[in-house]
């Protein structure tokens, strides 16, 4: 395991030590891209709420009653 991470290190500062200059071109469709991946973002995180909403307001739900006694 160590072993797999000392690679990876090695191998990330190497490209970023020995890198060249790169002229890059981002076209038009890249920013529908990250747009879509956004809006998927954001549709994934409700339906996630959506089917675990009962579990969520139940966990609420104990925090809330744990507060009330303690001030009791």
Request: proline residues 1%.
């Amino acid at each position: 395991m160590k072993k797999t991470i000392y690679i990876i290190i090695l191998f990330t500062l190497s490209n970023l030590l020995f890198s060249t200059k790169t002229f890059a071109y981002i076209d038009p469709g890249s920013g529908s891209i990250l747009l879509q991946a956004i809006i998927a973002t954001i549709a994934g995180a409700g339906t996630a709420i959506s089917i675990y909403w009962n579990k969520i307001k139940l966990f609420f739900t104990k925090i809330l009653k744990k507060k009330n006694n303690d001030k009791r």
